[in-house]
């Protein structure tokens, strides 16, 4: 299928009081195992452990009904179908900065201009927040950096061998800065 933008995808940012609503949940919990279940680089390995990829979304959503960290999702007919974190360092020294944190959309929207939506949806958010810069790090071996590369963002280090993804296959993480 070719290429083409999905006009029926709205971004919105997820408001504090919706961060735990189950129905959110269940789609961002499906969504994140069928993206590393398709050889998504979104934290996890093939198959994707689904208690821990839960653990994980349920501290993440926890962090964004706090108030410390915003979620930007990708909508269509009403579910979730993309979603990307803008994550709070902690520090007063970093205030003028996030980080970009598990920047994903369904595998059957890949290659249509979705995750090009979603990205430029969070840099909107973040513009409206003030912010100057973003960070995120992408798993080598993907390719990825060339998308993040297309908007805007310059690779400024690398961490060799970073990720482990199984004994004896070390990757590199790519340290990838976007200045607003």
Do not use: C
């Not at 994903?104 to 003030?130: C, D, N, S």
């Amino acid at each position: 299928m070719p290429a083409e933008t999905n006009h029926d995808l709205v971004y919105a940012v997820v408001q504090t009081t919706d961060a735990k609503r189950a129905d959110l949940r269940e789609q961002l919990l499906e969504m994140w195992v069928d993206v590393t279940n398709a050889g998504g680089a979104v934290g996890f390995t093939v198959p994707a452990d689904v208690a821990a990829v839960a653990r994980t979304l349920d501290s993440q959503l926890d962090r964004v009904a706090a108030g410390t960290d915003l979620l930007g999702i990708l909508r269509q007919n009403g579910n979730a179908v993309g979603m990307g974190f803008l994550v709070d360092a902690g520090s007063g020294l970093r205030r003028h900065w996030r980080t970009v944190l598990r920047l994903m959309v369904r595998p059957e929207l890949q290659g249509r201009g979705a995750g090009r939506l979603l990205l430029e949806g969070l840099h909107g958010t973040a513009g409206g927040l003030g912010l100057e810069q973003l960070m995120l790090t992408a798993r080598g071996g993907t390719g990825v950096e060339g998308f993040y590369e297309r908007f805007g963002y310059t690779v400024v280090g690398r961490h060799p061998g970073a990720i482990r993804l199984a004994p004896g296959d070390d990757r590199d993480e790519i340290i990838m800065i976007y200045r607003l």
